[in-house]
């Protein structure tokens, strides 16, 4: 009996010993991966956007070159949003897998480019990876959401409230955002559009939180950085 009672006991501290591992793992080490890989992308991006010659001297300055197609699992852009903090900005990848969210934000294959006619959509880790949407709930109509490809800077205005919705949503992300409440969008034409997307509840899978913006500037990259806050 006292060895049964040992063994009992010795496997329940073993698994209470897995249990808190894992819980660490999830709640800080994929935060330090996380930190790591955005990092990694943002100085690809930034080293990439570095090695474009400007004009020599003499010459006049000519249309930034176009930039390069998508590639999948690769970033193309970097996404500010100052509603959640100055110092908040993270890559944005080609395609929405779980191991390309683990790098930084992730844009929807299929959905419109940057700027582009249609709807942007993009998808964040709400937690764990660097809990990149954590404030989420926060966003409001007003809110600029601002991104850079290297040539150009796009400042987009939050136009909605974050919607609740299942997985199986899907119109949310259509070219004209098609939600199945149709009066969670305000948008009913062709434009520019912006999609959001994140996972709800907080530590759960369950449904999905959204919000669309519409393109409401462009700049050139070597003009800075908008400083476009609220409208």
């Given amino acids: 009996m006292r060895l049964v009672v040992r063994t009992l006991s010795e496997l329940c501290i073993t698994v209470g010993a897995i249990v808190v591992l894992f819980v660490a793992y999830v709640l800080f080490w994929t935060g330090i991966e996380a930190d790591g890989a955005s990092d990694a992308q943002i100085g690809r991006l930034q080293r990439q956007w570095t090695q474009t010659p400007g004009p020599g001297p003499g010459r006049k300055p000519t249309a930034p070159p176009a930039p390069p197609a998508y ?129 709800d509840p907080e530590w759960g899978s369950s449904h999905r939180l959204v919000v669309w913006a519409r393109l409401e500037a462009t700049r050139p990259a070597a003009d800075g950085r908008p400083r476009a806050v609220h409208s």
């Avoid at 999948?72 to 509603?83: E, L, N, S």
């Avoid at 790098?103 to 700027?115: N, R």
Wanted: proline letters at 10%; glycine letters at 12%.
């Fill in 71 to 199: 590639r999948h699992g690769k970033p193309f852009a970097v996404m500010y949003i100052p509603r959640f903090g100055k110092d908040w900005d993270w890559p944005v990848l080609e395609g929405a897998e779980v191991a390309t969210l683990k790098k930084g934000l992730g844009h929807y294959a299929g959905t419109a480019e940057l700027g582009g006619t249609g709807n942007f959509a993009v998808a964040g880790h709400r937690r764990t990876y660097g809990d990149p949407f954590k404030d989420f709930p926060r966003l409001r109509p007003g809110d600029a959401v601002l991104l850079t490809d290297g040539t150009t800077w796009f400042t987009y205005r939050v136009h909605s409230r974050p919607y609740r919705t299942v997985p199986s949503d899907i119109g949310v992300i259509d070219s004209v955002p098609r939600p199945m409440e149709p009066d969670a969008t305000p948008f009913r034409g062709p434009g520019r559009y912006l999609t959001l997307t994140t996972c």
